[in-house]
């Protein structure tokens, strides 16, 4: 499953997110992934939610991140959700159209089980017609 929180800056996404985490840990049978572009939400965040800074990595590119997020799932074959904030800045996708690798998300989705909740900076009515299907929450 892919959802994505779609709204420009300053709107609400992230409290949206983190409010959706928060819930998936009262639900979820396995593993949950926070991916940020820094730790700034750790304390908010419930602590058996794994916070992942990437920007402590070296993804420089599209490609690179769709091999991190690869990596991650390798590597815990319970994990569940796995929540994207700031997507456009740690894929390095901005200005980018996005659809590609919404795509391949859902591939990725289907084939491991995982969740993948987006909070997407970009008024739905920018997004590709590709990712509207996917739209949970609009701001």
Do not use: W
Not at 1 to 14: A, C, D, P, Q, R
Not at 59 to 74: K, P, Q, R, T, Y
Not at 107 to 130: C, G, Q, R, T
């Amino acid at each position: 499953m892919i959802e994505l929180i779609v709204g420009s800056k300053g709107k609400g996404k992230t409290k949206e997110l983190l409010k959706k985490a928060s819930d998936a840990v009262n639900t979820a049978t396995g593993s949950i992934v926070y991916l940020d572009k820094s730790s700034q939400h750790m304390y908010e965040l419930p602590n058996k939610i794994r916070l992942i800074n990437v920007s402590n990595f070296p993804v420089a590119s599209e490609d690179g991140f769709l091999g991190f997020i690869s990596g991650v799932i390798s590597q815990d074959h319970d994990l569940e959700y796995m929540f994207l904030d700031s997507f456009l800045k740690i894929a390095n996708l901005y200005g980018a159209d996005i659809s590609g690798f919404i795509g391949q998300l859902a591939a990725l989705s289907e084939k491991y089980h995982v969740n993948f909740i987006i909070s997407v900076s970009m008024d739905s009515a920018e997004l590709p017609e590709a990712c509207k299907q996917y739209v949970s929450i609009a701001l």
